[in-house]
């Protein structure tokens, strides 16, 4: 018995780490541990610890992605999540761009969500095939968050996705085949989207100060 309480405490201790670190847990990134924290008792024990360093577990995409909130905002609480909501809204433009591009390129009808695959040679292929593709992957590949500097379809798509995967919108599970699964954390970046929409009007930072954990962290 006590083996398998020092296995549950070094299982959520890892879930514990992942979260501190702002990584989202979601099916696609760590099933195990998306598994776990839909468990009443796995996600008591975490929310448990969480709220002793004034942390909390959030949600979004209807409780399908957890990461890490602030239980309580003091003064500190607030410029970090004023600096990174302002991260999040500087890199909204070419997630955008290339969301649309994603679902106009591979003629969907509803934008890409967690657990959808990506097939980057047959992506490649319809953009390389259409003008008004390949003018929109070069102009969203020169923003500051993706920085290529490539002249071609294949240097520039290429960077953006390696760019997303460090991000954690996309996920590579085989690293020999060129294929890429979207994350939860798309779901999330669709939840901020949202609520900017919501609060438009407002300034970065009485926006960051004025939502609500799940918005923000």
Known sequence: ??????????????????????????????EDGWRAL?????????????????????????????????????DAERKVISSQFKDICSALIPLVEWLVLVQEASGQDAPLSEGA????TDLQARIEDTPAFRE?????????????TSSNVDG???????????LGYLS???????????????DYLYEVIRFIDETEGLSLEAQAETATQRDLI
Do not use: H, W
């Open 38 to 74: 839909k468990n009443n008792s796995t996600r008591d024990r975490v929310e448990s610890y969480l709220n002793q360093i004034n942390r909390t577990l959030a949600s979004a995409g209807e409780g399908e992605v957890f990461f890490c909130g602030y239980l309580q905002l003091g």
């Open 136 to 148: 929109q992957l070069a102009k969203l590949s020169q923003y500051r968050l993706f920085g290529s």
């Open 172 to 186: 590579k599970p085989n690293s020999e085949k060129q294929i890429y699964i979207a994350t939860g954390k798309l």
């Open 117 to 120: 695959p990506i097939r980057l």
């Open 1 to 30: 018995m006590s083996g398998e309480n020092e296995t549950t405490l070094v299982g959520t201790s890892a879930l514990i780490e992942q979260l501190l670190r702002g990584e989202f847990i979601c099916r696609v990134t760590n």
């Open 156 to 166: 520039q798509i290429k960077l953006v996705f390696k760019r997303l995967v460090e």
